[in-house]
C-alpha cells in the first residue's frame, strides 16, 4: 500500500506562487509515475500533470502549461507541483495520485492506484 499526503496549499492573491508537496510513504513510488489533479467545487476532476518514475517525461494540461512545473525526489519519496502566476480559476483541491503502470495515458484518472486527501488552494483576485 501507498499513503499519500500532500501539503503547501494555501490561500493566495493573483499572480503569486505556491509549491505543493506529496509525500509517499508505506512502500517507494520510485517506479510510479505520479499525477496531479485538481477539483473544484461542483466541476469533474480534472488533470493538471504528470511525471514519469524516472522524471524524463512531464505532461501538463494546456491550462497550467508554462505556468505549473511537476518534479520530484525519489530519495525523498517526493513529488512537488511548482505553480506560478496563480489565477482565480486555479482555485481548487489538489491531488496527487501514484500509478505503477506507466505513463500511456497519464491524464486519466484511472492510470492511478493510489491517492491522497487533497490540499486546497485558493486563489483571489
Known amino acids: 500500500q501507498v499513503q499519500l499526503v500532500e501539503s503547501g496549499g494555501g490561500s493566495v492573491q493573483t499572480g503569486d506562487s505556491l509549491r505543493l508537496s506529496c509525500a509517499a510513504s508505506?512502500?517507494?513510488?520510485?517506479?510510479?509515475?505520479m499525477g496531479w489533479f485538481r477539483q473544484a467545487p461542483g466541476k469533474e476532476r480534472e488533470f493538471v500533470g504528470a511525471?514519469?518514475?524516472?522524471?524524463?517525461?512531464?505532461y501538463y494540461a494546456d491550462s497550467v502549461k508554462g505556468r505549473f512545473t511537476i518534479s520530484r525526489d525519489n530519495a525523498k519519496n517526493t513529488v512537488y507541483l511548482q505553480m506560478n502566476s496563480l489565477k482565480p480559476e486555479d482555485t481548487a483541491g489538489y491531488y496527487c495520485?501514484?500509478?505503477?503502470?506507466?505513463?500511456?495515458?497519464?491524464?486519466?484518472?484511472?492510470?492511478?492506484?493510489?491517492w491522497g486527501q487533497g490540499t486546497q488552494v485558493t486563489v483571489s483576485s
Open positions: 511525471i514519469s518514475w524516472s522524471g524524463d517525461s512531464t
Open positions: 508505506g512502500r517507494t513510488v520510485r517506479w510510479y509515475a
Open positions: 495520485a501514484a500509478g505503477s503502470r506507466g505513463m500511456n495515458y497519464p491524464s486519466l484518472g484511472s492510470s492511478y492506484d493510489y
